[in-house]
């Protein structure tokens, strides 16, 4: 089946600074979606983002599906922005599940 | 607008007993996802509906694990004889559109600590 890669797998900021989270995926993909897990467990949705850019507030996301990668970038972090970001995908051959990745853990610093 | 809705959020249970937990998607997502994910992990797929058939399910889901979707609209995942390897938080998904495509939306999840 599809394989899922985030990196960096853990990441440490000091508030404001800004900082690119990356997915890598090993097949082609109809859907990849970004997720925020707040600190209770809750998965946010960030973005729904097949291809393409797409911008909300100090978040922007990339994904270039035929290099097989997405970018989720952050800009002037903030305390609030902690937590696991998940990048999931869904491919038109792997079924009708979604994939995740291992996450990115991130903390930012006041 | 309501979101997806599980219950219980949290339950304790003793090795050995049956736990049963609720799904409540979006109205109108006639898809619907169960996923477990445990601590430092990503969401693992253990099953998924359309409308009321059970279309797919992983090779996680040993024969413990029963789910159902009787009338296309809610959806229950019992667990039977728990082991202390399930404590895990249950999460629940849903969304619509074609068979591919749609946005997934999550639910606050059901965490099941088994003693």
């Known amino acids: 089946g599809i394989q899922v890669e985030q990196s960096p797998p853990d990441l440490i900021l000091q508030e404001g600074a800004n900082s690119t989270l990356r997915c890598n995926f090993s097949?082609?993909?109809?859907?990849l979606q970004w997720f925020h897990q707040n600190p209770w467990g809750q998965l946010i949705n960030l973005f729904y983002i097949p291809s393409g850019t797409k911008q909300n507030g100090r978040l922007s996301a990339t994904t270039v599906a035929t290099e097989r990668y997405s970018l989720l970038y952050i800009s002037s972090s903030q305390t609030t922005d902690s937590g696991v970001y998940f990048c999931?995908?869904?491919?038109?051959?792997?079924?009708?599940?979604?994939?995740f990745g291992a996450g990115t853990r991130l903390f930012v610093k006041a | 607008d309501t979101g997806v809705s599980q219950d219980p959020r949290h339950k304790i249970t003793k090795r050995g007993q049956n736990v049963t937990f609720r799904c409540d998607p979006i109205s109108e997502h006639n898809r619907l996802y169960w996923y477990r994910q445990t601590l430092g992990q990503g969401p693992e797929f253990l099953t998924y509906?359309?409308?009321?058939?059970?279309?797919?399910k992983s090779r996680l889901l040993s024969d413990r694990f029963s789910a159902e979707r009787p009338k296309g609209s809610f959806s229950t995942l019992e667990i039977q004889r728990t082991e202390q390897g399930d404590s895990a938080m249950y999460l629940c998904?849903?969304?619509?559109?074609?068979?591919?495509?749609?946005?997934?939306?999550f639910g606050e999840g059901s965490r099941l600590t088994v003693l």
């Open positions: 998904a849903s969304r619509r559109g074609q068979a591919v495509t749609g946005e997934l939306f």
């Open positions: 999931a995908v869904r491919t038109g051959t792997g079924g009708f599940k979604t994939i």
């Open positions: 509906f359309q409308n009321e058939a059970q279309l797919e």
């Open positions: 097949d082609s993909v109809n859907n």
